[in-house]
């Protein structure tokens, strides 16, 4: 890749001048009292922003939080970031109550030299994510008028064709920030020559959602084990009964292609704990996979199947790790991701995990972070990125 660095930026010199900086500050917000549940996205952005602020920059900070559609909405407000972010860099942050409105313009003409802002939810106006191209690009002509020059540290949203994304750096002197970086460097190592043999863990609910990296990753992985909600396709597949699991009838027929294709690379489970009901509290027990009652649903892999899955990660060279092996948020089905996670973080292997629900499962569990030896910010944007797809947010750093 050819594209330029925050370090490119800092030697020319940041002091005085106005940075844009598009972080990924989409953190998980508790629905009863709108409290941050998991900083680790905020904690991401923070060596680049503390770079630009000890260089003297005015630091620009945008971000999108949720889904809302378009226009102001509470419970999307990106309020309780600016105060978590303040605390973590040790300095109040400037809150502006909108995106590029009367506010921003102020907060943003109002900072000193070394001083950050940030600016509200950028979905909260519709041109963030619009697909019509000028209404995308009125936006972003508002946005790069705040800044002097722009960084990408949002790897989680550099598969977005978003104004913040893809149209301001186009407009701006543009680098990569730090986090950016270190994700598409590590990434690059497992599309390039791992270091053999490479074992990828896939987990989480829909084959669909999976089924363009699992035929990505096929001929280039030595294991691919699969669990979650999405291996009850799979046991399908294979004519086995899966009671009231998760299933995506409409697979069925591919995952029977991709099984016969595998040439045994595609390891399923043996055992999974059944329920009676989605529910925490649940009646439960662990069965093999050729014995799933018709009227119970499976919501996490058997010990059987971890100890099978541990001993294949214990030969790994390499790991990814993408989505947890059952519905982990609930104790009684949490075994089987903690399982497997503990068998990555032990095996003498270069391992990451590809953020999204994996990366949460990590910090849910209360594993250490620093046993993994790279813990995506991006989900969508790794997936993305090991298909072979072209991420619009790279694309234009590169222009």
């Known amino acids: 890749m050819s594209i330029r660095t925050l370090d490119d930026l800092l030697a020319e010199g940041v002091s005085g001048r106005r940075v844009l900086v598009r972080a990924d500050l989409n953190v998980p917000l508790d629905k009863q009292t709108g409290a941050i549940t998991d900083d680790g996205r905020i904690r991401a952005v923070l060596p680049t922003l503390g770079a630009l602020v000890e260089a003297g920059a005015k630091v620009i900070v945008c971000s999108h939080l949720g889904r809302p559609k378009g226009a102001p909405d509470p419970q999307f407000s990106l309020g309780p970031v600016a105060g978590r972010l303040g605390e973590l860099l040790g300095a109040p942050v400037h809150f502006a109550?909108?995106?590029?409105?009367?506010?921003?313009?102020?907060?943003?003409?109002?900072?000193?030299?070394?001083?950050?802002?940030?600016?509200?939810?950028?979905?909260?106006?519709?041109?963030?994510?619009?697909?019509?191209?000028?209404?995308?690009?009125?936006?972003?002509?508002?946005?790069?008028?705040?800044?002097?020059?722009?960084?990408?540290?949002?790897?989680?949203?550099?598969?977005?064709?978003?104004?913040?994304?893809?149209?301001?750096?186009?407009?701006?002197?543009?680098?990569?920030?730090?986090?950016?970086?270190?994700?598409?460097?590590?990434?690059?190592?497992?599309?390039?020559?791992?270091?053999?043999?490479?074992?990828?863990?896939?987990?989480?609910?829909?084959?669909?959602?999976?089924?363009?990296?699992?035929?990505?990753?096929?001929?280039?992985?030595?294991?691919?084990l699969i669990g979650g909600g999405m291996c009850f396709t799979f046991l399908k597949a294979q004519g086995l009964e899966v009671g009231t699991s998760l299933l995506e009838k409409d697979m069925v027929d591919t995952c029977r292609n991709l099984l016969e294709r595998a040439d045994g690379k595609i390891m399923l489970p043996v055992d999974v704990v059944v329920a009676d009901a989605f529910a925490p509290d649940a009646a439960h027990d662990t069965v093999r996979v050729d014995g799933i009652p018709s009227h119970r649903l499976g919501l996490d892999v058997g010990p059987e199947t971890v100890a099978g899955f541990s001993a294949a990660l214990s030969q790994a060279k390499t790991i990814f790790w993408n989505g947890p092996m059952g519905v982990f948020e609930m104790p009684a089905f949490a075994a089987g991701t903690r399982g497997i996670a503990e068998a990555i973080t032990?095996?003498?292997?270069?391992?990451?995990?590809?953020?999204?629900?994996?990366?949460?499962?990590?910090?849910?569990?209360?594993?250490?972070?620093?046993?993994?030896?790279?813990?995506?910010?991006?989900?969508?944007?790794?997936?993305?990125?090991?298909?072979?797809?072209?991420?619009?947010?790279?694309?234009?750093?590169?222009?």
């Open 346 to 399: 032990k095996a003498d292997a270069f391992s990451v995990v590809g953020g999204g629900d994996s990366a949460a499962a990590v910090r849910a569990l209360g594993l250490d972070e620093s046993s993994f030896g790279h813990i995506s910010t991006g989900g969508g944007a790794s997936l993305e990125y090991l298909e072979g797809k072209t991420l619009p947010g790279i694309a234009a750093l590169e222009n």
């Open 97 to 224: 109550t909108d995106t590029v409105g009367e506010s921003a313009r102020a907060t943003v003409a109002d900072l000193a030299d070394g001083q950050v802002a940030l600016l509200e939810n950028l979905r909260f106006n519709a041109g963030e994510t619009s697909k019509d191209e000028a209404e995308r690009g009125a936006f972003a002509d508002q946005l790069a008028a705040f800044g002097d020059a722009y960084v990408d540290d949002a790897f989680g949203a550099v598969h977005r064709k978003h104004a913040s994304v893809f149209d301001v750096p186009a407009r701006l002197p543009h680098v990569a920030g730090r986090l950016v970086l270190r994700e598409v460097e590590v990434l690059s190592k497992l599309t390039g020559a791992p270091e053999r043999p490479y074992v990828v863990v896939l987990g989480g609910s829909k084959v669909s959602d999976k089924l363009a990296v699992i035929e990505a990753l096929l001929p280039t992985v030595d294991r691919l």
